[in-house]
């Protein structure tokens, strides 16, 4: 198994008064690995890995990747996000596993020294590999499973001239499973220990390899004679705290695991672990072929910053590091970023619920789930740190890593760590694959899938690695047993029993997605468009783990994967009742949205579909947002929505699409997950304010304005117009006085003013209500709105917008749904991924408007800001320095 350091700097150099280094390093295999198929090559592992064979025929590959990624990057397969292609595709249950095993090979430069002992790292492969060095076999017997990482000492092996090859069979999973259209298929891909979507889901097409490859990443690392793996690291954080008060003092608690893996030789060590200033030290000595367990002394950090969620407090982080000292030279090291708090999972007896405390503060969940970042799997440290930046920008503070998909990669959970994002991190088994439900589209009954995995051995086993892995990130929150179903029940029981008390001990487990340990009258959905009453008029389930609704992007997105012969809206057939809806929309698993377009008025074309389209996701996941964050800790403690992202182009439950463009849904959410926020109860026409944070609000009052169409009332609009106070973590409701004329058809903006609060330039929470037929049509009739801007770089990949609209109140005009994206000047083509501050927002006829653009400078692309509004027209805004 392999060890629990994840570093991914090259070079680990370090050097302690009177202490010397051991030649460490580690570094990734990343770059000039070769591929074949292996059915086109009848040789064997041990004349492959020989640096004199010859590569003729063999393709560039990419590693990190599957074989899919390598044979798309050599245009052997057309693009598979991109209209039918990915029916092009062969698929592995029609032409059988031969077709996608593969050798990968990678030449390497490393000499034996005799005084080292070299690492061979695996991070993940799918789904079994046999690995070859330079003519010799260094795996006993076929590695198996996805998540389980291997290690193998192989300086023995290294050539004495440093020219090494890497050779590496990597064989399909044993059981495909036929891609019938069921969710995961005909169910049978569950066999084995791998991620079940790719034989298909109502958000995916099948994935025609089964992401089959070495699809994580491959290290070499350099070490003296004793190695350390698995440290393990707990903060305490007892009482309640408060982010930026004096803090009392906070205990860390390090282990570690010293290996001495050759030889004949004993070894006195010194262990040392030092963080924040504050070092200790462990005197062991290490049999030979032995590994030890050691723990250092408690370490005492006095009034030192802690880790909070987001929205709740910053993300401070120390650095870590434990160092193994043989005669006085180091001979191994592991860094790692701690989050100093403290988790408690409380049984909430009101609402019937788990409410999670982080440092003695319970914590609002507001959160999304997560499939992975692509479906072939083509990660990076950048597009996982662009994803999480995204969920943190909706005010979100967790995230759900689904179990029908992987468990996520270190560098996700890096970001997580950094931008407050928790996470529940489920297993790998489904409900719909193994068996909750009776489904046809399965092969084999529920009995028999309750049972899946076949392996419970290598199930039990990849827990454990897993565990180990992931366990020190401040981030993670809750491990899951599986999605909407446990695991078999000898694999739940030493889990729960076992492997966590021993491993962590500090996080609750939840036996699957929507236990009854999460909430009681449990249960999940809905799934679709929904009147945006509905989530306040319907009480949802009390801590509701997938609640969601449609998602598709705008017409720039939608060019991205749709044909243009297909860029047609769907149209309803009177004569058939149904929607009559392009065949490659229903590829993309295009999620209906019906009357809630038409409510806007017929679109005459794609784009205009697009645009109103743009309208429902903002109401939608506002609406959502809102009626839950108005119930928080007395109908809810928290909800995840299904879903905020899609590995492939999916029409359907995603705040961006694969391309990282994000919609309309991420600032619906964005906005009714704002932790101190005003908010229009239509069903009880309340206004309410709530205050989402640690700290009391004081001395606020309302301060909004109603706009109706064609009229202007400036009489009181709530009960009372006195300040008033919100206490921490709770709302505060006043009955609405003119939610008789909203029904008529018209707007409402909401605001909440207090101590260095500006409405005017920082604006409100616009609502847009239909007329008494249900129509929004009105909105055709807004007068057309002139829009002052100025663009300025403030920073490298920085910009700040202002926007002013140029009128005055008694024009009652308004500049309706404004969009602002940068574009490369040059094709007018977006900058993806962009991260701004508030968008699809509406400005009143005296507003003015500041907006935050981040990106990442790319050579040879000149930024501009487009400006695109329902009233507004398109506007490009040079950026002057």
């Known amino acids: ?66 074989v899919l990624t390598s044979l798309l990057a050599n245009k052997l397969i057309p693009d598979p996000f991109y209209g039918m292609n990915n029916k092009k595709i062969p698929d592995i249950y029609d032409v059988g596993r031969d077709y996608y095993t593969y050798w990968f090979v990678k030449d390497f430069k490393r000499k034996y020294d005799k005084t080292e002992k070299t690492w061979l790292e695996f991070r993940g492969v799918n789904y079994s590999y046999d690995v070859f060095l330079n003519g010799h076999k260094l795996n006993s017997s076929t590695e198996k ?88 690291v707990v903060t305490s954080v007892p009482g309640i705290r408060r982010p930026g008060a004096d803090q009392a003092p906070a205990i860390i608690r390090v282990t570690t695991e010293v290996n001495n893996t050759g030889g004949n030789d004993s070894f006195f060590c010194e262990l040392r672990c030092e963080i924040a200033g504050e070092m200790t030290s462990v005197n062991v000595k290490v049999a030979p072929k032995t590994k030890l367990t050691v723990a250092f002394p408690d370490i005492t950090l006095q009034q030192r910053e802690l880790w909070w969620p987001n929205g709740y407090g910053p993300q401070h982080l120390y650095p870590l590091k434990v160092t193994v000292t043989v005669n006085k ?101 489904s409900g719909d694959c193994n068996g909750r439900w009776d489904d046809p589209m399965k092969k084999e009954d529920t009995n028999a899938r309750r049972n899946y995995p076949d392996d419970h051995r290598l199930f039990t086993e990849s827990l454990d690695d897993q565990i180990k ?117 229903k590829y993309h698993k295009y999620s209906v949205y019906d009357s809630a377009i038409e409510a806007y008025g017929h679109p005459k074309d794609i784009k205009e579909f697009a645009k109103i389209a743009q309208l429902v996701n903002y109401n939608q996941y506002r609406a959502l947002a809102e009626s839950f964050m108005a119930h928080m800790w007395d109908w809810y403690t928290g909800f995840i929505i299904w879903k905020t992202q899609n590995p492939w182009t999916a029409m359907v439950g995603q705040m961006y699409d694969v391309y990282l463009d994000p919609n309309a849904c991420m600032y619906g959410a964005m906005e009714g997950c704002k932790p101190v926020h005003a908010m229009y109860d239509q069903v009880s026409d309340s206004i309410i304010v709530v205050n989402n944070t ?19 009332p400036k009489e009181q609009i709530t009960d009372s117009s006195d300040p008033f106070t919100i206490l921490p973590q709770s709302c505060f409701r006043q009955k609405f006085k003119h939610g008789k004329d909203l029904k008529k058809g018209g707007m409402l903006c909401l605001a909440v003013p207090h101590d260095d609060w500006d409405h005017k330039t920082s604006g409100g929470n616009f609502y847009w209500f239909p007329d008494e037929a249900g129509s929004y049509r009105y909105l055709d009739k807004i007068k057309n709105v002139d829009i002052a ?93």
């Open 1 to 66: 198994m392999v060890r629990g350091t994840y570093i991914i700097s090259l070079l680990l150099f370090f050097c302690c008064p009177g202490q010397s280094l051991f030649a460490q390093q580690e570094y990734e295999l990343a770059s000039g690995w070769k591929c074949i198929r292996a059915s086109s090559l009848k040789k064997s592992g041990e004349q492959i890995s020989n640096a004199t064979f010859s590569l003729t025929g063999f393709l560039p590959a990419v590693v990190p990747g599957t």
């Open 145 to 232: 499973g996805m998540y389980l990482r291997h290690e193998y000492e192989v300086g023995a092996y290294l050539s004495e001239t440093g020219s090494n090859r890497l050779a590496v069979i990597v064989y399909p999973p044993d059981s495909v499973g036929k891609p019938n259209g069921g969710q995961g298929g005909d169910g049978t891909i569950a066999h084995g220990i791998t991620n079940q979507y790719t034989a298909g889901w109502d958000w995916i097409q099948p994935v025609h390899d089964r992401n089959t490859g070495i699809w994580d990443k491959v290290f070499i690392k350099t070490t003296g004679p004793i190695s350390i793996e698995h440290t393990h």
């Open 329 to 429: 030279q180091i001979s191994d090291e592991e860094k790692l970023n701690v989050g100093v708090r403290q988790l408690e999972a409380v049984w909430n007896k009101h609402t019937q619920s788990r409410e999670l405390h982080v440092n003695g503060q319970k914590i609002f969940l507001k959160g999304g789930n997560r499939i992975v970042s692509d479906e072939m799997l083509r990660f990076s440290k950048e597009r996982y740190d662009a994803e999480v930046r995204y969920h943190h920008d909706m005010n979100l503070d967790l995230i759900r890593v689904w179990g029908g998909g992987i468990t996520e990669r270190p560098e996700f959970y890096d970001a997580c760590d950094k931008y407050g994002i928790l996470v529940m991190q489920d297993f790998w088994v």
């Open 469 to 585: 892995m992931l366990r020190n990130h401040p981030s993670l929150a809750y491990w899951c047993g599986g999605n909407e179903i446990r695991p078999p029940e000898d694999v739940l029981k030493c889990l729960s029993d076992t492997l966590l008390p021993k491993l962590d001990g500090t996080r609750f487990l939840f036996e699957y997605s929507n236990d009854d340990s999460m909430s009681l009258h449990s249960g999940d959905g809905p799934y679709t468009i929904q009147p945006d009453s509905f989530f306040w008029s319907n009480r949802s389930f009390p801590f509701n783990s997938e609640i969601g609704s449609v998602g598709i992007g705008d017409y720039e997105s939608l060019q991205r994967f749709i044909p243009e012969k297909d860029m047609a809206p769907p149209v309803y057939n009177e004569a058939k009742h149904e929607w009559d809806i392009d065949s490659v929309w």
């Open 694 to 712: 640690l700290d009391t609000l004081r001395n606020i009052r309302f301060d909004e304005v109603v706009y109706l169409y064609g009229k202007h």
């Open 789 to 881: 801007t100025m663009a300025k770089y403030t920073g490298k990949g920085s910009v700040e917008l202002h926007l002013k609209t140029e009128g005055s109140m008694l024009e009652n005009n308004i500049a309706f749904f404004i969009h602002v994206s940068l574009v490369d000047k040059k094709t007018k083509k977006r900058i993806m991924p962009v991260f701004v501050s508030d968008n699809y927002f509406c400005m009143n006829s005296v507003g003015d408007k500041t907006v935050e653009m981040v990106y990442t400078p790319e050579p040879g692309i000149k930024p501009m800001v487009c400006i695109e509004g329902w009233n507004t027209g398109t506007m490009y805004v040079e950026i002057s320095n």
